[in-house]
């Protein structure tokens, strides 16, 4: 048995989580579309690296052939080639493969690159590096410098994407260093845990999610119900563990006399008693601000890290359909207007014809988390200065009705603390959630976009793509004039 620098990492996370992994793989999930995302957006990232070292070698053999791997490497540094990508290593049992090593001109020496989908340096790619550089100096690679490739936040797109103002280097050879001494220790302790035939004895806490979700949640948190301890508001885990230490789980069970914030109090309440907690003169307060004619609006968005057009920086959210629901009188109609981008062109242009066709000079225009959709607004302000005042004028014009929620003036016990619209509509609204939808969230709509961007889908899957797409945009906004209605319903206006 060997471990690898992924499994390495593992195991620094959670012992249990690493003999499980090895003995028990057969328990792994399948993998979530978000993360699948995540995975496949760092592959991009890789190979878009490689092209800032021209005359690189890659080391091509997977991970179902580890010895000739290491050989090929062999084989290359023999050879004198100076830049590989995909190196195999192994000393003292551990096996890595850095994404691109650098021979030193004129020395022994390597440095070390780290490439990295991310823009800022964490605790956990330091701890990457450092097992790195371990096996590599065990193996007989002198690191001269240990560097992670960063991508450049402020960098924008013009053009073809240029590889060397894409990424930043960041030298973390001192950051790395103290690590070397722990790592023998940590490795021999792995080794022992892993012949051992019982998995590890360990609680689930905080360590689950940081610094990435478990594969093994699932597994270890089957004791746990579906609505916890661990869903109190704004609740860290010191607060929850003395209610552990008592083999308390249900928020029900929490014993009267418990330090609660007052939010927290209203959430014990509310499961307890089964029944919502509402202010209606807070709800009535706060719907006297939007003025009708009302324009319920939602975007969906990408957000690659590679910028897909010009003038877009990585990870920039970039809408690619709108939908809005128009309603100009109280308890009149709802008129529906939809836009979706063709997914071979910069969607934003024909996003803001859209917007300023369809949303007249007066009137409340209601979004969910509205911030989101501001920060929108201001983003396509800026990229086309042409329409900035009217575009900025729409964004002054933008209300909240997730504050109700946020604020607590109405809590059901069905939104298990949450605020968010899957939460919030259908418990509101009875038949309305999104349940058996094609596309039920979020991030399935900016997949689903992203394969018709990439020429992933057969006409037939496209055309059901579109139509799923524009289904689970319109219920969001729909969702919401029903939401308004529920609101106004409580509140007696």
Not at 76 to 85: E, H, N, P, Q, R
Not at 147 to 162: I, P, T
Not at 235 to 261: M, N, V, W
Request: charged share 25%.
């Amino acid at each position: 048995m060997r471990l690898s620098k992924s499994k390495y990492i593992r195991g620094l996370q959670c012992h249990k989580s690493l003999w499980l992994y090895s003995h028990r793989k057969d328990l792994i999930p399948e993998a979530p579309p978000a993360l699948q995302l995540i995975f496949d957006q760092g592959h991009r990232v890789g190979e878009l690296a490689w092209k800032r070292f021209p005359g690189g070698s890659l080391i091509k053999d997977d991970h179902d052939h580890i010895p000739e791997a290491v050989e090929s490497t062999k084989a290359a540094v023999s050879a004198g080639k100076d830049i590989l990508f995909e190196a195999a290593m192994m000393h003292d049992g551990v096996l890595v493969r850095p994404d691109v090593l650098v021979r030193v001109k004129g020395r022994r020496s390597w440095d070390l690159i780290e490439v990295k989908g991310a823009t800022e340096v964490k605790d956990v790619y330091l701890e990457d590096v450092g097992i790195q550089k371990y096996v590599l100096e065990g193996a007989g690679f002198p690191i001269r410098k240990a560097c992670l490739m960063l991508v450049n936040n402020e960098y924008v797109r013009q053009g073809d994407v240029d590889p060397q103002e894409f990424f930043v280097l960041s030298d973390v050879t001192r950051e790395a260093a103290p690590l070397q001494a722990e790592i023998p220790g940590r490795v021999r302790a792995m080794f022992a845990m892993l012949a051992c035939k019982e998995v590890p004895a360990m609680d689930i806490g905080p360590h689950c999610h940081d610094p990435y979700d478990c594969d093994f949640i699932h597994h270890c948190w089957e004791h746990v119900p579906d609505y916890s301890v661990f869903d109190l508001c704004r609740a860290r885990y010191e607060k929850i563990r003395p209610l552990l230490d008592q083999s308390i789980l249900r928020i029900k069970d929490i014993p009267a006399g418990f330090p609660l914030t007052n939010t927290q109090e209203l959430q014990v309440m509310v499961e307890k008693s089964r029944k919502p907690h509402i202010d209606g003169e807070g709800i009535a307060e706060a719907l006297k601000e939007p003025a009708h004619p009302l324009y319920y609006l939602d975007f969906e968005t990408i957000n690659p890290a590679i910028p897909p057009y010009d003038g877009l920086k990585p990870f920039q959210q970039t809408p690619f359909q709108a939908s809005l629901h128009v309603q100009e009188k109280p308890g009149g109609p709802l008129k529906h207007h939809e836009h979706l981008g063709d997914a071979k062109t910069d969607p934003r242009p024909g996003l803001v014809r859209f917007l300023l066709d369809n949303i007249g000079p007066s009137g409340s225009i209601l979004a969910y988390n509205a911030g989101f959709e501001g920060g929108r607004l201001k983003e396509m302000a800026e990229a086309f200065p042409k329409h900035a005042k009217r575009l900025i004028s729409l964004r002054e014009r933008l209300w909240d009705l997730a504050g109700p929620f946020r604020n607590r003036l109405y809590m059901h016990p069905e939104f298990k603390g949450r605020w968010s619209i899957k939460a919030v509509l259908p418990a509101m609204v009875p038949g309305m959630g999104y349940e058996g939808m094609a596309i039920a969230e979020g991030t399935e709509a900016s997949i689903a976009y992203l394969n018709l961007m990439e020429g992933k889908l057969s006409k037939a899957e496209a055309q059901k793509t579109i139509a799923a797409l524009k289904a689970y945009c319109g219920q969001d906004t729909l969702g919401m004039a029903k939401l308004w209605e529920a609101l106004r319903k409580i509140a007696a206006i």
